[in-house]
């Protein structure tokens, strides 16, 4: 029988380690996907996720058919739907790249254990991440809690090895078993169809990703670590939903970046947003059910506001009336990506100035990011909040105004994502309270709707937070 390849979070060709070694062996090859929406295994896909999943599974599917194999689809709880596969095609192995998430995990114990049942060998591999979570240990043989030495015990490891490459020819199978036609997986949003921005934005699938690589390291790298904190010089990678869909693996993007042309500096500073990743992976592996639980325990008994629906959607829709916080939201909802630095303010505004609990926010950008990751998401809004691994302390409530003033100086990231802002000057954008006739004036320009006052006064609510925090503490 064939060897079936279980595509799952590693949506490429080439340095994909279950592929290479299913084409290796000689015997025809099955590729197979499952989307698999019971929650038995991964956690559900949001909507901007299942945009970008229909375009990368249909360059997947062209990517291998040009090679010589027809990637199978497949829709269902996947320990019934691999279950059929193997028996219908009588396959004789099933090789697949490691997930982390303990759901995902179990689900592949599920699995490897009927395939043995059926009597399929099976084997997996490392293939999304550099390091296997538990293979970076500290001197007590223990995982790490805090990033910088988990990073240097990283770095302490050498280079990770060499990426594999593409395999020109696949032996396909040649007998068949059911798939589903793409468009029934109905991946796509339909009415509306709000995915034209994204559209706009990005080239999902192996291909789009290595183009993304490659402009990044030309055109943006060298200045990566001056100004990757500015939203409007916008020189990060913008890897993060390649990566997160697998379309190009960490091990290819490592050696691209390690052999550059750039300072040390640089490079350092790239691969240790790399490492955090891995950082993350490596605590969702360690069974939290990240996406719910507060890492720090203490966090079950913090006081969140009562949530006043409509003040959530103004943040949801970029309308809080405080400008970062408003062009990081509609760049999200518009691009399915927001800048880092702009991320991390919008979080503390939800988290520390609305004390919203962080689960909002956090189920929000899984539903609208198409880079919405089951380890950096959680962790990261669990890094905003104070309740994770090596978090920020919650003390530290960033002001979104000077935020603003600080890294988007000018304003340039406000006009390009709030334009009733656009006609003021520098201070006007990020404070249009203080100057109430030019924003009409602007407004009158645009046939807008006005744009709102703020709906949390910043000092009072910061040190609402402050106090809420004290009580927590007890
Ligand atoms: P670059 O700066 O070019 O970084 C390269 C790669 O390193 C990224 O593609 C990503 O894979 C990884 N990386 C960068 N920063 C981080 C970080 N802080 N933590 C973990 N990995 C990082 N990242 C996601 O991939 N998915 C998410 O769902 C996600 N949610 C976030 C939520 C919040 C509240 C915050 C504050 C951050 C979140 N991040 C998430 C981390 C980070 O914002 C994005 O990875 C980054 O903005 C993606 O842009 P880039 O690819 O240009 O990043």
Known sequence: ???????????????????????????????????????????PLGAASRWWLHH??????AS??????RLV?????????????????????????R????????????????????GAEVESFTGSLLHEPGAVLNGDGERFGVFSPFFRALQRQGDPREPLPAPQRIAGWEGSVHSEALDDLRLLPTSPDWSGGMAETWEPGEKGAHRRLDGFVRDHLRHYAAHRDEPAADVSSRLSAHLKFGELSPYQVWHRVAAADATEEV?????????????????????????QENVHRQFDRFPWA?????????WQRGRTGIPLVDAGMRQLWHTGWMHNRVRMVVASFLVKNLRYDWRLGEQWFWDTLVDADPANNPAQWQWVAGSGADAAPFFRVFNPVTQGHKFDPAGEYIAEWVPELRDLDAKGRQEPWTVPDDLAAAAEGTGLPAYPSPVVDLKASRQAALDAYAEMRG
């Open 56 to 61: 990368s599974l249909a360059a997947l599917s």
């Open 306 to 314: 009562d949530v006043d629906q409509d003040v959530l959607r103004a």
């Open 73 to 97: 689809l497949r829709e269902g709880d996947a320990e019934e739907e691999i279950r059929a596969v193997l028996r219908r095609s009588g396959a004789s192995r099933l090789l697949m790249d």
């Open 64 to 69: 291998l058919e040009k090679r010589g194999a």
């Open 267 to 291: 490079r350092t500073k790239f691969l240790t947003e790399l490492a955090w990743r891995e950082f993350d992976y490596d605590l969702l592996e360690r069974g939290h059910a990240l996406e």
């Open 1 to 43: 029988g064939p060897v079936v390849v279980w595509f799952r979070d590693d949506l490429r060709v080439s340095d994909h380690p279950a592929l290479r070694a299913a084409v290796d062996s000689g015997a025809p090859v099955l590729p197979v996907y499952v989307v698999d929406d019971s929650g038995h295994g991964a956690r």
């Open 99 to 118: 997930r982390y998430a303990a759901a995902e995990r179990e689900q592949d114990q599920r699995v490897q254990r009927l395939a043995e049942q059926a």
